[in-house]
């Protein structure tokens, strides 16, 4: 198994678990469906770029970019870390080995 696969697939956990506890936490539906939504992705990702289907990586960069946009700008405006700091920091550690294992294999 590629470490790419690993990656995405270990932040999509941390994505849809993060959303179940933003939702506990704050009541908040919005963080439940994205959590949840992203997170699904990024496994079905990995789960495909299992499967040997090349697309899988490409969604699975494309979704951790997006969430890591996301969180960045939410890190800028609250000053938290948590989570917004923790999944912008884990987030470009998951996209650099997704992009390092793109690179790798070229």
């Not at 956990?13 to 506890?21: E, H, K, N, P």
């Not at 079905?44 to 969180?71: E, K, N, P, R």
């Amino acid at each position: 198994m590629n470490l790419d696969i690993v990656a995405a697939f270990t932040y999509g956990i941390l994505a849809f678990v993060g959303g179940i506890i933003g939702y506990i936490q704050a009541k908040s539906l919005v963080s439940l469906l994205s959590g949840s939504i992203s997170g699904l992705l990024l496994i079905f990702a990995a789960y495909f770029q299992l499967q040997g289907q090349t697309w899988g990586s490409i969604l699975a960069m494309l979704v951790t970019a997006v969430l890591v946009i996301f969180f960045a700008f939410r890190l800028v405006k609250t000053r938290k870390f948590m989570p917004a700091g923790l999944m912008t920091i884990l987030g470009i550690l998951a996209l650099g080995v997704m992009v390092n294992q793109i690179v790798a294999l070229r």
